[in-house]
């Protein structure tokens, strides 16, 4: 059974930091694209950052220079660094890899306010 479990999410201040974190298991990790997705209140959800078997790695322009994905192929994890947070980065942050399938986790939230 394929499990990503996102986790980190949190309310922080606009400048703050969080680092996310998405565990998996049931599958070989280190062959995966790993994505970050992320989901603000009525909008699409949206591609953020990508890292490859390789450690290729993709930004949305959005957080180019404020965002740094990693992986970590011993813990079957990837992270998602997040620097210099604004108001606009609140939404649920999605893990996800496909494959044969399309697996997504559960989703953690991050709330950037005041």
């Known amino acids: 059974q394929v499990q990503l479990v996102e986790s980190g999410g949190d309310l922080v201040q606009p400048g703050g930091s969080l680092r996310l974190s998405c565990a998996t298991s049931g599958i070989i990790f280190r062959i995966y694209t790993m994505n970050w997705y992320r989901q603000a209140p009525g909008k699409q959800r949206e591609l953020v950052a990508n890292?490859?078997?390789?450690?290729?790695?993709n930004y949305a322009d959005s957080v180019k220079g404020r965002f740094t994905i990693s992986r970590d192929n011993a813990k079957n994890t990837v992270y998602l660094q997040m620097n210099s947070l604004k108001p606009e980065d609140t939404a649920v942050y999605y893990c996800?890899?496909?494959?044969?399938?399309?697996?997504w986790g559960q989703g953690t939230h991050v709330t950037v306010s005041s």
């Open positions: 996800h890899t496909k494959g044969s399938s399309v697996y």
């Open positions: 890292i490859t078997r390789d450690g290729l790695v």
